[in-house]
T-cell receptor, first 113, second 111 residues
Framework: SQTIHQWPATLVQPVGSPLSLECTVE??????LYWYRQAAGRGLQLLFY??????ISSEVPQNLSASRPQDRQFILSSKKLLLSDSGFYLC????????????FGPGTRLTVL | QKEVEQDPGPLSVPEGAIVSLNCTYS??????FMWYRQYSRKGPELLMY????GNKEDGRFTAQVDKSSKYISLFIRDSQPSDSATYLC???????????FGKGTKLTVNP
């Protein structure tokens, strides 16, 4: 079975500080990978997705970026956090050939103060 | 008009009740329909997905799609307190890598 690991589970960061959230996938190769943000009352917002190493599609122009240095590793970064970056960040994966079977990690709750 | 609309609730029912959760959508290009369950402070988990209009059953859960009305439903029979969670509908256009999610409906099943 496929598993997504995310860390840390919670994070409190000051405004203007950098951010790096990492996501790794087990149990599948060549997955599509996704970063979502979930804010209260706003549902899941797709931030980035990747169909392969080094291939990143951005959905929302903002101060966040993503990278995929390895097949099963997906990283979300920021050089300077804003208050509005607070939220619940979820990494998701979709196995190669497993169309419509998107599975999620446990999430990272980020609070920017 | 948003692509996917979902009543956020909250919805509160007694144990054993039949629960009906619904989403509407505006874009007829959506071909695949999913339901996720999300417990508080956890990642969503896939419950069911369907492609064609009609019903799909899995245990106490039934997913229903009506493409002509652009309306999907999730029914939960014999609801249990452990079903208390937020339920998210999601949809996908053919050939797209992206899901579009509803905002979720928060369900509480009272013992």
């Amino acid at each position: 079975s496929q598993t997504i690991h995310q860390w840390p589970a919670t994070l409190v960061q000051p405004v203007g500080s950098p951010l790096s959230l990492e996501c790794t996938v087990e149990g599948t190769s060549n997955p599509n990978l996704y970063w979502y943000r979930q804010a209260a009352g706003r549902g899941l917002q797709l931030l980035f997705y990747s169909v392969g190493i080094g291939q990143i599609s951005s959905e929302v122009p903002q101060n966040l970026s993503a990278s995929r240095p390895q097949d099963r590793q997906f990283i979300l970064s920021s050089k300077k956090l804003l208050l509005s970056d607070s939220g619940f960040y979820l990494c998701a994966g979709e196995p190669w050939g497993g169309y419509n079977e998107q599975f999620f990690g446990p999430g990272t709750r980020l609070t920017v103060l | 008009q948003k692509e996917v609309e979902q009543d956020p609730g909250p919805l509160s029912v007694p144990e054993g009740a039949i629960v009906s959760l619904n989403c509407t959508y505006s874009n007829s290009a959506f071909q695949y329909f999913m339901w996720y369950r999300q417990y508080s402070r956890k990642g969503p988990e896939l419950l069911m997905y369907t492609y064609s209009s009609g019903n799909k059953e899995d245990g106490r859960f039934t997913a229903q799609v009506d493409k002509s009305s652009k309306y999907i439903s999730l029914f939960i029979r014999d609801s249990q307190p452990s079903d208390s969670a937020t339920y998210l509908c999601a949809m996908r256009k053919g050939g797209s890598e992206k899901l579009v999610f509803g905002k979720g409906t928060k369900l509480t099943v009272n013992p």
